[in-house]
T-cell receptor, first 112, second 115 residues
């Protein structure tokens, strides 16, 4: 069975510094992986997705993630944090029935 | 990109009343829609999967008689919380999958507060 583990419930960085949100997954086959962002009182927005093409995936707002099969990881990064990046981020794996298995989420806090 | 609209975005109701939440795909036909519930400081929990024209498939532990799901057309699914109680207060989100790509698009969510 697939599962997703987001290793940090909260990450706090200063504005202008790099962001790293960690995600590990387990899957019995080659998965599709996603990162979603949820800003306060808003719906979910797709940041990026990996679907067995290039292992380095670029998304919106300067975010990117690298699929590492050997490490079963799909960490989300951004070179320089902006105040508007403060939100909750969810790592998601899609199973063979197109249903999504969600990580517990990581709250990103940006310090001025 | 494709748009999924939920209505209402915020609803407050009295305990014992029923509340209906709509999920519409605005510019594509959605053969499958999913309903999620988000508890405070927790991840999304899949409640049910609905396919147009057939009965919804509920996840284990979700009361089908309490959370009525109807997917009568390719652009509309509704979730009705019947006889709502304060413990039903939550953030409900729907997602819709188009006929082609399989990509999911999410609504903005509906925040239900039961007094």
């Amino acid at each position: 069975a697939q599962s997703v583990t987001q290793l940090d419930s909260h990450v706090s960085v200063s504005e202008g510094t790099p962001v790293l949100l960690r995600c590990n997954y387990s899957s019995s086959y080659s998965p599709s992986l996603f990162w979603y962002v949820q800003h306060p009182n808003k719906g979910l927005q797709l940041l990026l997705k990996y679907t067995s093409a290039a292992t380095l995936v670029k998304g919106i707002n300067g975010f990117e993630a690298e699929f590492k099969k050997s490490e079963t990881s799909f960490h989300l990064t951004k070179p320089s944090a902006h105040m508007s990046d403060a939100a909750e981020y969810f790592c998601v794996v899609r199973d063979s029935n197109y249903q999504l298995i969600w990580g517990a989420g990581t709250k990103l806090i940006i310090k001025p | 990109g494709a748009v999924v609209s939920q209505h209402p975005s915020w609803v407050i109701c009295k305990s014992g009343t029923s509340v209906k939440i709509e999920c519409r795909s605005l510019d594509f036909q959605a053969t499958t829609m999913f309903w999620y519930r988000q508890f405070p400081k927790q991840s999304l929990m899949l409640m049910a999967t609905s396919n147009e024209g057939s009965k919804a498939t509920y996840e284990q532990g979700v009361e089908k008689d309490k959370f009525l799901i109807n997917h009568a057309s390719l652009t509309l699914s509704t979730l009705t919380v019947t006889s709502a109680h304060p413990e039903d207060s939550s953030f409900y989100i729907c997602s819709a999958r188009g006929t082609g790509s399989g990509e999911l698009f999410f609504g903005e969510g509906s925040r239900l507060t039961v007094l």
